[in-house]
């Protein structure tokens, strides 16, 4: 029987838009009768439906990852890193159907979609895979005679992920691999926007071979999310939630769970500053700030939003970027594609406040026509001050903020001038000063090691590694749209805490139990 892509085992499609995404629930693929359309931004068509989950299947979802806890807690850590690996095989294999699937849920293009999240999602299964056996516990020494102590590390239980649409594989996979490999059993909710790939996510790991119940994926429509999230956080089964997405969002999870004293791990929304330099490489700082801004139209949580250029370098700053620009957004290349038209309106209604309060267009075109109400061309706003709702509001779509600073002193102060604290960027050729300018940055991670650069005939993507000289610790001379599997990721101040990635993503989901006895 085909059930959504697979028949047998056996990887196959299903686009008809009468087609209904399931939910997993304890190894199962569920639908019932209430479902919701899936419109994709590219065409504005109903693409396919998704399924949408119950209080009462939500429940079910979290009683079948509360019963297979007890044998997944104490599965050895070769058997868990072997799934781990087949997932990352399978998921290789299905990529051009994920990819498709991507593509027509969200509106992302190849450079996003097959370039950056794909591979991402890949390498974080092996990496994770790899770590599964570092997990130690260890033996203190008791401060009186005659008595010993172990400290264990143990699994909490269930974990309920939440996972938005703009990343779906990577932040997806995230939100459940390092909590397995920990030993804890998942609920996974998925975004309304991109049910079909998130489904991709459950299949997968079945495909694997992971045990009935040890994950569930489930979604519902936009309507249901209060019942059915407050259903599952407040449930007694449930020991620990993450969630990645909007500070609005995070800060209602966030409450709900603290009046149940359950922890939370959060990735949040973003106000990234890039800070340019007097010293700065202006051709490499110009595509460094054009990339990190419009990479996936703006939708990103670590996107660009303010460029912080010194002065004595902003005349020439501002001609490379409008370069840049043309180079990997000109007016020949397609606008690119919002999730969904009131993101759109949103941008265009800060640029247009900005605007009435005396700043400038340096690049893009704020009335330019396009084909649908999910597109906008990129925009960069010059001159924005404090008194401009672009200059606090996080965008998440294709416009960014250019602010002339005259000292590093003003650059810092403006770049946390913010209530976010997620990602930033320093430009500049003197490390000495870019390690001084980073130091006081008040960020939960600072730019990355790769950068992805549209090629010349903008039809696609290409990886381009940063030289030898680039790549060093103190994530200077790049953008700051970076998730590396082996980096510690997370945000600070509202944008949020705790750290995905990496030995400390499994840490998240471990706690200690300290046993002691006398001798």
């Known amino acids: 029987m085909t059930t959504n892509g697979h028949e047998n085992g056996t990887h196959v499609s299903n686009h008809s838009s009468d087609h209904v995404v399931p939910l997993l629930i304890n190894g199962k693929e569920i639908t019932n009768e209430t479902t919701f359309d899936v419109v994709s931004p590219v065409s504005g068509k109903v693409i396919w439906k998704g399924t949408s989950v119950s209080k009462e299947q939500a429940i079910e979802a979290v009683e079948a990852a509360q019963a297979a806890f007890p044998a997944w807690s104490k599965t050895k850590p070769a058997f868990k890193r072997d799934i781990l690996l087949r997932a990352s095989d399978i998921l290789k294999s299905w990529g051009d159907e994920i990819c498709e699937y991507m593509n027509n849920e969200t509106g992302s293009v190849d450079g996003v979609s097959r370039y950056f999240n794909l591979p991402l999602g890949i390498e974080q299964l092996k990496d994770v895979a790899g770590r599964i056996v570092t997990v130690t516990g260890s033996i203190p020494v008791c401060g009186d005679e005659g008595k010993s102590a172990l400290m264990y590390k143990e699994p909490y239980g269930v974990v309920f992920g939440i996972a938005p649409w703009n990343s779906p594989i990577t932040l997806g996979v995230r939100a459940i691999t390092y909590a397995l490999a920990a030993g804890n059993t998942c609920v996974l909710k998925g975004s309304e926007m991109s049910p079909r790939c998130f489904w991709a996510i459950g299949s997968i790991f079945k495909a694997a071979g992971l045990p009935d119940g040890v994950l569930n994926v489930i979604f519902h429509r936009t309507q249901d999310a209060p019942e059915v999230t407050s259903a599952i956080i407040e449930h007694p089964f449930v020991k620990k939630i993450n969630f990645t997405g909007s500070t609005a969002t995070g800060s209602i999870i966030a409450a709900q769970a603290g009046k149940l004293l359950k922890p939370v791990l959060m990735e949040l929304g973003g106000k990234a500053p890039a800070i340019v330099l007097k010293e700065a490489n202006l051709e490499k700082a110009a595509e460094g700030c054009a990339v990190g801004a419009f990479m996936h139209s703006g939708q990103v949580c670590m996107s ?119 990602s930033a960027s320093v430009f500049t050729e003197d490390l000495a000063a870019g390690l001084r300018v980073a130091k006081q940055i008040e960020t939960g991670y600072a730019s990355p090691f790769h950068s992805f650069l549209l090629s010349a005939d903008a039809a696609e993507w290409r990886d381009q590694s940063i030289e030898a000289d680039d790549n060093s610790a103190v994530h200077i001379n790049n953008m700051t749209v970076h998730d590396e599997c082996n980096l510690p990721h997370g945000g600070a101040k509202k944008s949020g805490w705790g750290r995905f990635n990496g030995t400390a993503g499994i840490e998240e989901f471990l706690r200690i139990k300290c046993v002691t006895w006398a001798d």
């Open 304 to 422: 660009t939003e303010r460029i912080l250029v010194h002065s004595s370098i902003a005349e020439k700053f501002r001609e490379a970027l409008k370069t840049a620009m043309e180079k990997i957004y000109g007016k020949e290349s397609p606008a690119p594609i919002l999730v969904h038209g009131p993101p759109v309106q949103k941008n265009k209604k800060l640029v247009e406040q900005a605007l009435s309060k005396g700043a400038k267009i340096l690049a893009g075109d704020l009335n330019a026509k396009e084909h649908s109400d999910t597109r906008m061309r990129p925009i960069v706003v010059d001159g924005v001050t404090k008194d401009m709702d672009l200059y606090h509001i996080e965008s998440f779509g294709p416009t960014v903020s250019l602010i002339v600073v005259d000292s590093e002193e003003e650059a810092i102060e403006i770049a946390n001038d913010t209530e976010y604290g997620l």
